[in-house]
């Protein structure tokens, strides 16, 4: 009866995702719907798209695991997701990138930026540079959505790995974003419903707000030692300040990922999508809803199984998973909840990861087909190859994804989003501001930013930063030492604090101390910038 009741779920769902892709697929007649919708997707698609790709199992799973094993002071990552992530991102640098992307005719964010720039240097190295590094997001993705089949189903972890993988390509490769979008929307409404009765079901169970968050902040003596160690001080309190467990958590998670999220390729890509600046308004509410439900309902729960888990079984999170974080959350699915919630939770899940993986393989592939092949074959051809040549990009990036989902080792899901993350930021963010808001920024002065602020986030995570550093070893191996900096707080300083000043730096001295960019490529970017009225083009 189950399996009958697992399988119907699932027909349903698969049918859907086949529909809507197919429907996706008939819309899209040209490169540019292929690109970027046609840009005239519906608010509500848009708003639930960028939710979807956001929120994927790496905050379900990945951080709240890291909520289930240090507690609740994750959750100010929910509140820099609404304040950062929606309200600025939207109407600070939605509205002009829309604009300006419009204006340049650009398709993706490196085309974006090199052609702001007017520089094919700037376009291939920023597709490089995403083409690179995004297999890590996507590989921890797909893992944080194969643990919890393995732990539910008990499905073999690589299989789950190849199917989700499979179904995924299918509806990218022939959709085009439209596909990406539209399926984003139909999943995005699954998480939600499911995450709301998750946070209510989990407090009925624990017996309320108070009792339950109560519970768990008399559970201190229960902290992990290792964490006490580092400064962390409960459940339910933040750490003591400038300790390593305040670094790490305050310069990884909550800049890292809180702020990094502002120059995520796969995001941006979306303001470019919608016809006017009307739609953008009304996507503000409803992604800001949307981010409030998910990351918080997560991070709750995660906390809180904690109580559960030392009721049932008198341990605590941490130590039921074997130390594997990435299993506290769907460990704690399989184990308290209703089973057909399991089957439901198992869809949403799914769903997660596969919007933001979709979103992922868009952005790789057209990286691959428009940004690297587009910018080294002849102008004539490269319009005639963009569709194609992006598909093929999309396949070399699921099997990139999948090479790596194989590779990486446990409890990886919440610290490969945030490397991720701060690898855009220390890269683009400065210079994409800039290109946003200041007129002056030079070609050379964009350069310079992109490339000092790669260079110094590899070298900061392969020689400094501890959790990297040790875990490649090629510190250790060259230099005898686990990092190059030992004194604290170096080694629990992330990426994004470091990179992204040196990239800021980098961008304004050069671009003051070289030739101002022409007039008429600025002039031709903020052309609709000073323009009245929503609709402006």
């Known amino acids: 009866m189950d399996v009958m009741i697992l399988a119907i779920i699932f027909i349903v769902y698969i049918f859907a995702l086949v529909f809507v892709g197919y429907y996706a697929y008939k819309k899209t007649n040209s490169s540019e719907d292929f690109m970027i ?17 956001f929120i994927s199992t790496a905050a ?21 997701n609404i304040i950062i992530g929606v309200f600025i991102a939207f109407v600070f640098l939605g509205k002009r990138t829309r604009r300006m992307g419009h204006a340049l005719g650009s398709l993706t964010f490196p085309e974006f930026l090199g052609k702001r720039f007017d520089s094919k240097f700037i376009h291939y190295v920023s597709g490089l540079i995403i083409f690179c590094a995004m297999p890590l997001y996507a590989a921890v993705v797909l893992i944080g959505a194969a643990r919890f089949l393995e732990s539910s189903l008990l499905i073999d972890f690589s299989i789950a790995l190849l199917i989700l993988s499979i179904i995924i390509t299918f509806y990218v490769l022939f959709g085009g974003i439209r596909g990406v979008m539209y399926t984003d929307a139909l999943q995005g409404t699954i998480m939600v419903v499911a995450m ?3 946070l209510v079901f989990v407090y009925w169970l624990l017996g309320g707000v108070d009792t339950a968050n109560t519970a768990l902040t008399n559970m201190v003596s229960l902290y992990p ?25 305050v310069s990884s998670t909550l800049i890292g990922v809180g702020i990094g999220v502002l120059a995520q390729p796969s995001l941006i890509v979306r303001f470019m999508t919608v016809k006017s600046d009307k739609e953008l308004n009304r ?8 981010i409030a439900i998910m990351p918080t309902t997560a991070y709750i729960v995660g906390s809180l199984s904690n109580v559960y888990f030392f009721d049932k079984l008198g341990k605590i999170a941490v130590d039921v998973v074997g130390g594997n974080i990435d299993k506290i959350i769907p460990t704690f699915i399989t184990m308290a909840l209703p089973e057909w919630f399991v089957y439901i939770f198992l869809l949403s899940l799914i769903a997660a990861a596969m919007s933001t993986i979709s979103s992922q393989l868009h952005t790789q592939g057209t990286a691959f087909g428009v940004d690297i092949y587009g ?24 099997i990139l994804a999948l090479v790596m989902a194989f590779s990486l080792p446990g409890s990886v899901v919440a610290l ?19 290109a946003l808001y200041w007129k002056g920024i030079t070609r050379l002065g964009a350069i310079a930013g992109i490339l000092s602020g790669t260079l110094v986030s590899i070298f900061w995570m392969v020689f400094v ?18 990092t190059l900096l030992s004194a604290a707080p170096w080694p629990f300083i992330d990426v994004m604090l470091i990179a992204v000043p040196v990239s800021a730096v980098f961008t304004i001295v050069v671009s003051l101390l070289t030739k101002p960019p022409a007039q008429d490529v600025v002039d031709k970017a903020f052309s609709n910038i000073g323009k009245k009225g929503s609709d402006a083009r």
């Open 37 to 53: 919708a046609g840009k005239d997707t519906h608010p509500f698609i848009m708003a639930m798209s960028y939710g979807a790709t």
């Open 60 to 80: 379900i799973v990945g951080f709240g695991g890291v909520a289930g094993q240090y507690g609740m002071s994750v959750l100010w990552l929910a509140f820099l």
């Open 196 to 198: 709301i009765f998750l």
């Open 225 to 249: 030692a290792e964490a006490t160690a580092t400064g962390g001080t409960g459940w339910t309190s933040f750490p003591t300040f400038g300790t390593p467990f305040w670094w790490s958590l």
């Open 283 to 290: 996507s503000v509410l409803i992604g800001g809803i949307f």
């Open 375 to 398: 910018t080294i074959r002849e102008k004539s051809k490269q319009k005639l190859d963009q569709v194609s040549i992006s598909r093929v990009g999309i396949l070399i990036a699921i």
């Open 416 to 434: 490969g989003t945030s490397l991720f993350f701060e690898i855009c930021a220390a890269a683009f963010l400065p210079v994409f501001l800039g």
């Open 465 to 482: 930063f501890a959790k990297t550093a040790t875990g490649l070893g090629l510190c250790k191996f060259i230099f005898g030492v686990d």
